[in-house]
């Protein structure tokens, strides 16, 4: 039995990429944030720790240009170097919910009846409260910290990957090939991660796409609150929450962050809607 995932007779991705102008801006704005998030001090004008009380919040200038804080370091560098944070929650804010839900979605989605039942009261239990309080709820008990971040997101984010993976799963047996591997006489083992876990897989990492969009800005309201990356660390949340009671005499202390938290959102949204469109299956 063929363990091919794709049609052949599906035209190439990459002509058909570089048909669709959103999702190439998707990379190129990912592609860059990875640069940034890399090398940041390639990019970076000044060392983002630097103190000049002689520079404290200046405006945006030729020297700085997007200012300096309120204790005299230059802001695009601090936005820089938060690129390696943010970005860093992007991945390990996603990717332990990611494995976790897409193994336990997938057995539960093959084995059916009280795993099912089980399943079925955690995520209800889960979707009974906001996904933000809930995270908030587990980090009070941890206590601030990325880590203790990572952990929170992960205990409580596996749900809504495992959630739809078990429906894919679903829809992948009524197929003939799962039908066929067991007739075959293959392994449980074989069936899932072999057959249908590629097949079910799409929707799933299309998902992961986007939702590394909503991690950013929920590390970045953590960190807001105080409840994420600390400081003097540079992250977005942090630098806008330092900026906040100077809106309107240091505007560019809260809005240059914000900028770099909507700009990296977008190009993952962008980079997401073009997976799902590339990947669609096409009759």
């Not at 940034?36 to 970076?44: D, E, N, S, V, Y």
């Not at 060392?47 to 240009?65: E, F, G, I, T």
């Not at 860093?88 to 996603?94: D, I, N, Y």
């Not at 876990?197 to 800005?217: F, G, K, S």
């Amino acid at each position: 039995m063929s363990d091919a995932t794709f049609p052949t007779d599906r035209p190439s991705l990459l002509r058909m990429a570089l048909c669709k102008p959103g999702f190439m801006v998707g990379i190129l704005i990912i592609g860059f944030s990875v640069l940034l998030a890399i090398f940041p001090g390639f990019f970076a004008p000044y060392d983002p720790n630097a103190l000049d009380y002689l520079a404290v919040r200046q405006p945006p200038s030729w020297a700085h240009p997007f200012g300096t804080d309120l204790l005299g370091r230059d802001s695009l560098s601090r936005v820089i170097w938060a690129y390696q944070v943010n970005m860093q929650m992007a991945v390990f804010g996603t990717v332990f919910a990611l494995v976790t839900g897409v193994v336990v979605g997938a057995l539960v989605g093959y084995y059916r009846g009280i795993a099912d039942l089980i399943f079925g009261r955690i995520v209800d239990a889960v979707i009974t409260f906001p996904f933000l309080v809930l995270v908030i709820a587990v980090v009070a008990v941890l206590g601030p910290g990325l880590i203790n971040m990572y952990i929170a997101i992960s205990v409580v984010y596996w749900v809504y990957y495992a959630r739809l993976m078990r429906a894919e799963v679903i829809a992948q047996m009524g197929n003939d090939y799962a039908a066929a591997g067991v007739v075959m006489g293959y392994s449980d083992r074989r069936i899932i991660f072999r057959h249908l876990l590629p097949n079910a897989i799409t929707p799933v990492v299309v998902y992961w796409m986007t939702d590394m969009a909503l991690v950013i800005l929920l590390g970045s309201s953590l960190g807001y609150l105080g409840l994420g990356a600390q400081p003097p660390q540079a992250e977005w949340g942090v630098l806008i929450a330092e900026g906040r009671n100077f809106i309107s005499t240091a505007w560019w202390l809260s809005l240059m962050p914000g900028i770099a938290i909507v700009l990296t959102g977008l190009g993952f949204s962008l980079l997401g809607d073009g997976l799902a469109d590339l990947l669609r299956p096409r009759g």
